[in-house]
Nanobody, 120 residues
Framework: QVQLVESGGGLVQAGGSLRLSCAAS????????MGWFRQAPGKERELVAA???????NYADSVKGRFTISRDNAKNTLYLQMNRLKPEDTAVYYC??????????????WGQGTQVTVSS
């Protein structure tokens, strides 16, 4: 069982930065593929960034070059550094853990979400 708790969301002006954190419980964090999803009102949940247990990363085209996903296995924590934020990045951001090698659209565990609002 893995529990995920996100933090770091908030209100920021366009062009600004935020760093999201996801603290995971349990001793098997390092074995999971981890990802950040987001869901805006009226839209489907989308995978924004993912990182394998070995550290390989991938990003949605909409955030490439602006967002960076990373993990600290010693601290059981996942991060998402978000730079040059745009109003269209406004959404609830969710942390997820997947037993698969890569993050799928049906991960095994979800966090409760943290709101990110970007004003224009």
């Amino acid at each position: 069982q893995v529990q995920l708790v996100e933090s770091g969301g908030g209100l920021v002006q366009a062009g600004g930065s935020l760093r999201l954190s996801c603290a995971a419980s349990g001793r098997t964090f390092s074995t999971y593929a981890m990802g950040w999803f987001r869901q805006a009102p009226g839209k489907e949940r989308e995978l924004v960034a993912a990182i394998t247990s070995g550290g390989s990363t991938n990003y949605a085209d909409s955030v490439k070059g602006r967002f960076t996903i990373s993990r600290d296995n010693a601290k059981n924590t996942l991060y998402l550094q978000m730079n040059r934020l745009k109003p269209e990045d406004t959404a609830v951001y969710y942390c997820a853990a997947d037993r698969s090698f890569i993050v799928t659209m049906t991960p095994d565990y979800w966090g409760q979400g943290t709101q990110v609002t970007v004003s224009s």
